[in-house]
């Protein structure tokens, strides 16, 4: 009797989400889902501005629940900057930064970071409020956990990432930037596949290798626009599609051993970056060249997205990184993915096959 009595339980849990379901109780969990996502995309957005700018490393503490209060007084704002002239950034490159200047700075990362608590709020709170409530399926249930524990990685990865720039090098580890995009878009990713999930349940289940392949072709492409941002290797070359009249640099295997250029080398980062681009694009128009038949509009608008973003690209390279073409770039790039994410889902719960 005992042993059966979790299973009726849960039985009963599964039978309350599927009748709220039922009954219309699914817009709710979109509103839900739908703010999340596009609060996570505008904080990518707000990230690339924030790198661009210089500004991540002005807030040299890390305070999960007091550093939520700014500095108010003239008085506060001193303390913040004379903390911020113990560090490297300021000693080596920002020596004859103004108070007036640091708070400009001060502010772009203390809006990153309370963007990062206004997401964790706005996505736990109706958590609890649902799952108290029965109205959560269990894959969603299962899901929203390994999105909290996303939550909480990305969190830590910041602050991890600021720390390698307080050291010695006024300059984050471009490895530790990189998984923190990368988390970022996963956690992006996650969150629209259950946006997804709720709209459209129940459908057949099928496969394409293709849009998958692409896919993940893109999401490689974007983890070395990552390591781009970390190394500033957009600063260098900004010729296309030659790299100062070569195809591949010169200075490609300048490390040793040679598989580290690939990781470490910002000319070679760079080309990486770019190939993977090209035939990241070329794959997703290979995609709905076939798809045309069966008339798939959501491959081709993925098709239009990927070339806007790689136009993008090209004049963010060749302008050598403003930040306003460079912050777009990246907060399109969320576009891309998330379009990509779409071609999956419909994909994946289509009756209609590509391969």
Same mark, same amino acid.
């Given at each position: 009797?005992?042993?059966?009595?979790?299973?009726?339980?849960?039985?009963?849990?599964?039978?309350?989400?599927?009748?709220?379901?039922?009954?219309?109780?699914?817009?709710?969990?979109?509103?839900?889902?739908?703010?999340?996502?596009?609060?996570?995309?505008?904080?990518? #957005?707000?990230?690339?501005?924030?790198? $661009?700018?210089? %500004?991540?490393?002005?807030?040299?503490?890390?305070?999960? /629940?007091? !550093? =939520?209060?700014?500095?108010?007084?003239?008085?506060?704002?001193?303390?913040?900057?004379?903390?911020?002239?113990?560090?490297?950034?300021?000693?080596?490159?920002?020596?004859?930064?103004?108070?007036?200047?640091?708070?400009?700075?001060?502010?772009?990362?203390?809006?990153?970071?309370?963007?990062?608590?206004?997401?964790?709020?706005?996505?736990?709170?109706?958590?609890? #409020?649902?799952?108290?409530?029965?109205? $959560?399926?269990? %894959?969603?249930?299962?899901?929203?956990?390994?999105?909290? /524990?996303? !939550? =909480?990685?990305?969190?830590?990865?910041?602050?991890?990432?600021?720390?390698?720039?307080?050291?010695?090098?006024?300059?984050?580890?471009?490895?530790?930037?990189?998984?923190?995009?990368?988390?970022?878009?996963?956690?992006?990713?996650?969150?629209?596949?259950?946006?997804?999930?709720?709209?459209?349940?129940?459908?057949?289940?099928?496969?394409?290798?293709?849009?998958?392949?692409?896919?993940?072709?893109?999401?490689?492409?974007?983890?070395?626009?990552?390591?781009?941002?970390?190394?500033?290797?957009?600063?260098?070359?900004?010729?296309?599609?030659?790299?100062?009249?070569?195809?591949?640099?010169?200075?490609?295997?300048?490390?040793?051993?040679?598989?580290?250029?690939?990781?470490?080398?910002?000319?070679?980062?760079?080309?990486?970056?770019?190939?993977?681009?090209?035939?990241?694009?070329?794959?997703?128009?290979?995609?709905?060249?076939?798809?045309?038949?069966?008339?798939?509009?959501?491959?081709?608008?993925?098709?239009?997205?990927?070339?806007?973003?790689?136009?993008?690209?090209?004049?963010?390279?060749?302008?050598?990184?403003?930040?306003?073409?460079?912050?777009?770039?990246?907060?399109?790039?969320?576009?891309?993915?998330?379009?990509?994410?779409?071609?999956?889902?419909?994909?994946?719960?289509?009756?209609?096959?590509?391969?």
């Amino acid at each position: 009797m005992n042993k059966t009595r979790p299973k009726q339980d849960q039985s009963i849990e599964d039978d309350t989400a599927i009748q709220f379901l039922k009954q219309g109780g699914y817009k709710p969990l979109i509103i839900w889902l739908a703010a999340t996502a596009i609060l996570i995309w505008l904080m990518i #957005i707000l990230g690339g501005a924030t790198r $661009l700018t210089h %500004s991540g490393l002005s807030i040299i503490e890390w305070k999960p /629940i007091t !550093g =939520v209060i700014p500095p108010l007084t003239e008085s506060d704002w001193q303390k913040a900057f004379e903390a911020y002239q113990n560090y490297p950034e300021f000693k080596l490159v920002n020596y004859d930064m103004s108070l007036k200047d640091f708070k400009f700075i001060y502010l772009m990362e203390y809006a990153h970071r309370l963007m990062g608590r206004l997401i964790g709020l706005v996505f736990f709170i109706p958590l609890v #409020i649902f799952w108290m409530r029965q109205k $959560l399926k269990p %894959s969603l249930k299962r899901r929203s956990i390994m999105i909290l /524990i996303l !939550g =909480v990685l990305q969190g830590f990865m910041g602050w991890y990432m600021v720390k390698s720039g307080l050291v010695k090098d006024p300059a984050v580890s471009h490895y530790r930037l990189t998984l923190h995009l990368a988390l970022a878009f996963w956690l992006f990713g996650f969150v629209l596949w259950s946006l997804l999930e709720i709209i459209t349940p129940g459908q057949k289940h099928t496969k394409s290798k293709l849009i998958w392949v692409t896919f993940v072709f893109q999401f490689i492409t974007m983890i070395y626009g990552g390591l781009v941002a970390g190394l500033k290797a957009g600063h260098i070359y900004n010729t296309f599609p030659l790299m100062e009249g070569r195809w591949i640099p010169f200075e490609w295997a300048f490390y040793k051993p040679l598989w580290v250029n690939f990781f470490e080398n910002a000319a070679l980062v760079q080309w990486c970056h770019r190939i993977l681009a090209l035939v990241s694009l070329g794959l997703v128009w290979g995609c709905y060249c076939r798809a045309m038949p069966i008339k798939k509009p959501i491959i081709r608008l993925w098709a239009l997205t990927v070339t806007i973003q790689a136009i993008l690209g090209i004049f963010t390279l060749l302008y050598q990184v403003p930040v306003g073409l460079g912050t777009l770039h990246q907060g399109w790039a969320v576009v891309v993915f998330g379009m990509g994410i779409l071609c999956c889902f419909q994909e994946t719960f289509s009756k209609n096959k590509l391969n």
